[in-house]
């Protein structure tokens, strides 16, 4: 796919510049029908170049979010570089720190030492709707290697969803909401860029290349802008707050300690693989047995969450509170039934 | 300038009827400030009639300036409604069990083919008959699932059969017990233009509402009349799921077509631009023949074609070891269907069906339509003399030495 990236890119610039020529000749004297959206976008958001490592670009883009020089990018390699370099979208250079880590978004705030940048406002993305037109500004594969502005693609808002991947086969940390888009954006430094809508207002920051758990190809996403604001408001509440440096470490998160509720199933873990969940086996008098499950049902989801095999059910289950009903949804012969079920505290 | 999200069945029709074309993605606007609000809420609608006189007003100066905003807002709010309109007849589908998928190296030995063996997401599938049929991709289907799943629009769950599969073209046939459903509207082959908007939506990305793309079709005839192309996205997100146009009409099912022999390799094209949809006139004729529960496999008629270019520009001296303008030749004894018929090598086949052929491409078109066990009209020339057969195409697997096709 990287191969073929930087043409398409330009490909597309050609296309829309062609387009837009058009439309300036034919429609409006003031040029094309984004050109407000592209300039606004193109003026905040930055190059970046700093250290590469193996597989990790050392270059990538970010979006300036406060008048006074700070900038928000995705957290990769390209910062653990001995230098950081900001490229304003004027051409001004500018050596960079890093003032704050985010490892579950993936996200790092930046500042330099400048004044008076346009900047964008974080409002929010919740007015989109899917097909909803969007323009990336990013700069992938450092096309725009001079002083110039970064490149813009045009697409619309595919959807929402939670974000399940993987970058280089490891489940990549951040879990939460993410837009979907049709603007190819799983591209070498476009991690960082920014995704606006028709008005050149924010709505998201377009994420580190990742392949997603679900479709196993790589995801064209961005992270919402509600997610970028939150992030900076809890850099803020703790100003200077750097988690410790932890390359090359192993993060480990600490396990719940919450108990984890009862069912009183037992499942056809015969090993395997990966099996998907079938009852064994329904204790008397338990929750599973108040439900109506029986043995040889096949368990499809449980509190709304899909479950495909044992284990998964195990991680669903773990999060059920005691005492609160859910529906559990269960495949019996060759019909889908949905049954209630109440956790109860686990037996001491 | 205030303005809301319209119901489809408020556009003024103009615009639902003309599909605009890709110069209308570069309409110039200032965009409305929306609300998020529901399209069935009486306010929407209110606010959207009220709308409608000054976008009438516009329509007539749809070049000037002043209506760029309104032609923006507007392509936004057909692809809403296209989406509207389409959405009751996607299904989800989920997989369960079967083989675990397994690594399959690049059979290039390229290295760089990705290998479709960890995604664990839903599929996609399309309301076919009121009566539960479901057309989908075979490419949702690799792992061979024990279980598999259909979620409708409306909630509902049930366990589908899966009937049969069409190698060929890639799609595969689901049944459900159920009535009722909701068939979506579908455009003939004939009414497809290159340049005509095309959207692509699937359940891939497991939120509640499928993702959608936008692009346009690129071509009405690829991959030797198999499928339509486009530039909508199209990947294992959307296999299976509907290509459609503007009024939310299903002009195919994607499905991964592409360099590779089967549905894993051809699934490698996805992202690069070109996308690829069975037209609905197809998934019509195949789903005839899929109900009876049978796979459908590539025809193949048991002939080694001479496949050279006929050189241009010779003289009368030159050597005439050239292969004939009017047919290709055949340069090995023939086996199976095409021996039976009493072909031999030498023969020249003019006409498959009575179509000329005297191209590999015009071949490939011909059979391309075809899988095994349909019959084929062969008209072939044969010193001099002009000859016709009927000959049954048969699958590869009839060509195989019976140790390779024994149980496994």
């Known amino acids: 796919m990287s191969g073929k990236g930087p043409f398409l890119t330009l490909a597309f610039v050609a296309l829309c510049g062609a387009a837009l020529a058009v439309a300036s000749a034919d429609v409006s004297p003031a040029g094309g029908p984004f050109d407000a959206a592209i300039e606004k976008a193109q003026q905040r958001v930055v190059k970046l170049y700093g250290g590469s490592l193996g597989r990790e670009k050392g270059y990538g883009s970010g979006i300036v979010v406060s008048a006074d020089g700070k900038i928000v990018t995705a957290l990769s390699i390209l910062l653990e570089g001995r230098t950081l370099r900001v490229v304003l979208p004027d051409g001004r250079r500018f050596p960079a720190r890093i003032v704050a880590r985010d490892r579950h978004r993936q996200l790092a705030l930046l500042q330099i030492d ?6 964008f406002e974080l409002k929010g993305s919740v007015h ?8 990336a500004a990013a700069n992938p594969f450092k096309v725009a290697d001079g002083p110039e502005p970064v490149s813009v693609s045009l697409g619309v808002l595919s959807g929402r969803t939670r974000l399940a991947a993987r970058r280089h086969a490891q489940d990549f940390p951040y879990t939460g909401p993410v837009l979907l888009t049709d603007v190819i954006v799983a591209t070498a430094g476009s991690a960082g860029g920014a995704l606006v809508d028709a008005d050149g207002n924010l709505v998201g920051l377009i994420g580190k290349a990742v392949t997603s758990k679900q479709t196993n190809t790589w995801l064209n996403y961005a992270l919402p802008v509600e997610e970028v604001a939150a992030f900076l ?21 600490a396990l719940p300690v919450a108990p984890r509720p009862n069912l009183g199933i037992r499942l056809f873990d015969v090993g395997g693989r990966q099996p998907p969940p079938y009852v064994e086996r329904v204790r008397p008098d338990s929750p599973a047995w108040h439900a109506g499950l ?9 509190d709304g969450q899909q479950v495909v095999t044992c284990a998964d059910l195990r991680k669903a289950v773990n999060k059920l509170r005691p005492g609160r009903p859910v529906p559990l949804v269960i495949k019996r012969r060759e019909e889908v039934v949905t049954l209630e079920l109440t956790p109860e505290e686990p037996s001491p | 300038m205030k303005c809301a999200p319209v119901n489809s069945t408020e556009l003024p029709h103009k615009h639902s009827e003309v599909p605009l074309r890709r110069h209308g993605r570069h309409g110039r606007a200032t965009r409305c400030a929306s609300t998020p609000q529901s399209f069935r809420s009486t306010l929407a609608v209110i606010t959207a009639l009220a709308c409608i006189p000054s976008l009438a007003a516009q329509d007539g100066d749809a070049v000037g300036t002043g209506s760029q905003p309104l032609l923006r807002q507007h392509q936004q709010q057909v692809f809403r409604a296209a989406l509207r309109a389409v959405r009751p007849s996607i299904v989800r589908i989920d997989t369960i069990g079967g083989a675990q998928p397994v690594g399959r190296a690049s059979p290039a030995g390229g290295g760089g083919a ?11 599938g399309l309301i076919w008959s009121a009566d539960g049929y479901i057309i989908t991709s075979s490419f949702n289907f690799i792992r061979d699932p024990s279980i598999i799943t259909v979620t409708l629009h409306d909630g509902r769950r049930f366990v589908a059969k899966l009937i049969a599969r069409d190698r060929p073209a890639r799609l595969a046939l689901l049944k459900i017990e159920a009535r009722g459903l909701p068939v979506p509207r579908l455009l003939a082959r004939e009414q497809l233009r290159p340049g005509q908007w095309a959207l692509a939506a699937g359940c891939g990305h497991g939120s509640d509402s499928p993702a959608v793309s936008v692009g346009i079709v690129s071509a009405v005839d690829r991959m030797s009349g198999l499928a339509v192309q486009t530039d909508a996205k199209v990947s294992p997100a959307n296999y299976g799921g509907p290509l459609f146009d503007l009024e939310g009409r299903v002009i195919g099912v994607c499905v ?7 549905e894993i390799a051809d699934a490698q094209w996805y992202d690069s631009g070109i996308g690829f949809a069975v037209d609905t006139d197809l998934v019509r004729s195949r789903v005839q023949r899929l109900k009876h529960g049978r796979d459908l496999q590539r025809g193949l008629m048991g002939v080694s074609l001479d496949t050279r270019a006929p050189v241009v520009g010779l003289t009368p001296k030159d050597p005439v070891d050239q292969p004939p303008t009017d047919g290709m030749r055949i ?3 023939p086996r199976g269907p095409a021996a039976d018929a009493g072909l031999r090598a030498g023969d020249v086949i003019t006409r498959l069906d009575g179509i000329p052929v005297t191209r590999l491409p015009d071949l490939r078109r011909v059979l391309a339509r075809k899988v095994a066990g349909d019959p084929l009209a062969v008209t072939y020339r044969r010193s001099q003399k002009v000859r016709t057969a009927t000959l049954t195409l048969v699958s590869a697997e009839a060509f195989r030495k019976p140790a390779a096709t024994q149980p496994k």
């Open chain 1, 114 to 119: 400048a004044f008076g940048l346009p900047c």
């Open chain 2, 256 to 262: 991964p077509m592409g360099p590779g022999e089967d």
């Open chain 1, 294 to 302: 029986r043995p040889n049902d096949l368990i499809l989801s449980i």
């Open chain 1, 233 to 253: 408001r809890e850099s803020s509440a703790e100003p200077g707050r750097e988690e410790p440096k932890t390359v090359g470490a192993k993060i480990i998160f």
């Open chain 2, 331 to 333: 340069d090995a004894e």
């Open chain 2, 114 to 124: 990705p290998v479709f063996r960890q995604a664990d997401g839903p599929t996609t």
């Open chain 1, 128 to 135: 989109l709707r899917p097909g909803d037109w969007l323009i």
